[in-house]
Every structure is written in C-alpha cells, then in structure tokens.
C-alpha cells in the first residue's frame, strides 16, 4: 500500500522515510499542513511492531498537530516525527545525531520537538545537526519554576485546567472528591495527577512501568489498578495519557466514566467513536484541544514572550473546552465534529 491510499493519509503535504544504515535510525516524518506557518511537533520513539503501524501513527499525529495549533489559536502548521525503537534500550547519541540530520532536509518547514520516548538532551544531540530543533532550552515555565524546555509541565497543567471546565460543565461543580483514572504516567500524567490530588481529585491509576505507579501510589495515595482493567473503572473521568487508541470497539463498551478527557494524541481509533460516545451520552474533550499546553509552551518560548503570556494562553484551554461541550450539547453533534469545524474554518482558506 502506498502512502497515498493508505486510510490516514489526508493531504499531508509531504512524508519522508529515513534510514541511516551506520546508527540504525529507521524514521518517518510527516507534514500535513503548512497554511498558517511552519510546521511543529514532536518526535516520538515507540518500539512499532512494523513501518505500517509507525506510518499511521505518524500521519494521524501530524494531522492532529495542525488541528491543535489552529485551535489554539497559533501561528503555525502541523507536522510529526517517529522513531522505530525501544527509548529505553536502542537510543544513542549516533540516532540522535541522525535524526537531526533528517530533520533538517525539511529546511524549515518542519520544527521537531519532544514526545514520548525523547529527552531535552536528544533535542540538544539533535540541535547539533540542525536550526529548526525546539525544545531545548526554555526561558521560563508557566508557573515560575525552573525551566529546562520540556515542555511537559505546561502540558500537563492544560489537560488540568480542561478537566476542571468538563467537570464544571458536567456536574457544576469541582475536582474536590472526584474520582479520575488516569491511564498512563509518564512525563505528562504524572504532573496531571498532582494537580488533580492537589485539587481534591481522588486517583485511580495504571501504567505499564512500575516507576509512575509507585510514585503516584505513595505521593497521592492512588488507587493501583491493572492496565488493561483502567478504562472500566467506576470514575468521573476516565485520563487517557499513554499511547493513542484508547478509545475503540473494545473499550468503548466498558467505560463507565461520565467524560473522557487525558493528555494521549488519537485517542479515538475511528471517527464513528465519537458517535457512539455522543449516542450514550458520555462527553469527550478533543485530544487535541485538551493537550495542547506543549505546543503553546513551545511558542512563547520560541518568540518574544513572558511566562504571564504563556499562563493565559493555557488558562484558555478550558475556555476552549467550554464552548466546544457547549455548542455539541445545542447541536446535538460529537464534539471532536464540532472541534474539527472551528479548526478548519481557520487553516482551509
């Protein structure tokens, strides 16, 4: 199958594949839309079981990036980055170095910066091989804290602040006493859950790595489940903040969270979940809205800004979350519809 017929091809302007034979880098990178400015994203290392999975993966997250800038109302286009491998046993400085290199055959037109599986300091070996790296180093954080240009705090406080408006716009009131389960606790679900537990949310968790486990077990006292039993858990929200798909035929059927709303990108693995979703009356937060914190940390840090700036901007986000879940409720309509139309309307001149 080419790329062109493959089902989540969408007019991505271009899709490169990279192999570099001496670090053994095997890469994708795909652009999907340029319209309102360069584009941005991050690199992702994941041990794909083969390219095919790694193609969809990198066109269905480049194509959501475009939709998060214009949604978040940045000057800029989407664009996405896979590497096939293990972070936590094939990654060198010689795979950085070459991954950079890749990179900068785009000349501009895509600017990379972190996912799972990458460091600031990858970005850094990166940096060395091209300009348009992002990522690695910071001028401020959101919150006044020591910055290093991760930009996963800024990441994490936006899917907090939409959780907090899903739950306003549900049930009225706040996180004190609300039950979230959070799937997944990396970079990014592990700063969520501390800002739920410091909100008075009570934690259910699960990860496929015993070190957040621990972590959110004794820092917040959570409730430990097993991965594969996260999502049917009896909770307010269900945090989907691992790898995309969360949400499928399996699944589905098996949630019993009044709102889905987590840090992970595709979190629908078809169109029609969102329907279904919509039909029984579960709302979901658009991944893609909900999680845009990095990018827009990426922004502010990239040009003339202040950390004051950068707070509102995120603050917005569940401005954003309210009028989405406010305009599906009058129409009747899935909410990741009605996210995508505010999108468009702002990158399909």
């Not at 900068?104 to 599986?117: L, M, P, W």
């Not at 959110?216 to 858990?233: M, N, S, T, W, Y």
């Not at 019993?256 to 979190?267: D, E, H, R």
Request: hydrophobic share 40%.
């Amino acid at each position: 199958m080419s790329v062109f017929e493959h089902p989540d091809f969408d007019e991505h302007e271009q899709v490169s594949f990279f192999h570099d034979p001496i670090s053994g880098l095997d890469a994708i990178i795909a652009v999907h839309n340029t319209q309102l400015g360069a584009s941005l994203g991050g690199c992702r290392m994941w041990p794909y079981a083969n390219s095919q999975d790694a193609l969809t993966d990198v066109l269905r997250l480049a194509k959501g990036m475009t939709y998060k800038a214009a949604i978040a109302g940045l000057p800029q286009g989407g664009g996405k980055a896979v590497i096939i491998g293990n972070s936590r046993q094939d990654k060198t400085q010689e795979l950085m170095y070459a991954m950079g290199r890749a990179v900068d055959t785009f000349k501009g037109q895509y600017v990379i910066a972190e996912d799972s599986g990458i460091s600031v300091q990858d970005l850094q070996y990166m940096a060395t091989q091209s300009h348009h790296v992002a990522g690695t180093s910071a001028k401020f954080a959101y919150d006044g804290s020591p910055a290093d240009g991760n930009p996963a705090p800024s990441t994490a406080y936006g899917v907090f602040v939409g959780i907090k408006a899903a739950v306003k716009f549900a049930t009225g009131s706040d996180l004190q006493g609300k039950k979230i389960a959070i799937q997944g606790l990396g970079h990014v679900g592990l700063r969520l859950a501390r800002h739920l537990h410091n909100a008075g949310a009570k934690l259910i968790v699960a990860d496929i790595f015993s070190d957040g486990v621990e972590a959110a077990r004794q820092e917040f006292g959570a409730q430990v489940v097993d991965p594969l039993d996260i999502h049917k858990v009896v909770a307010d929200v269900f945090a989907p903040c691992a790898m995309g798909g969360a949400i499928n035929a399996h699944s589905l059927p098996e949630i019993s969270a009044g709102i889905i709303a987590g840090a992970a990108n595709n979190q629908l693995v078809s169109k029609d979940m969102g329907e279904q979703l919509c039909e029984r009356g579960i709302i979901y937060v658009p991944d893609y809205v909900i999680n845009a914190g990095g990018i827009i940390d990426i922004f502010h840090q990239r040009n003339e800004s202040t950390a004051e700036k950068m707070r509102s901007q995120l603050e917005q986000i569940g401005e954003t979350v309210t009028q989405i879940l406010t305009r599906s409720r009058q129409l009747n309509k899935p909410t990741e519809q009605v996210a995508n139309q505010i999108a468009e309307e702002k990158f399909r001149h």
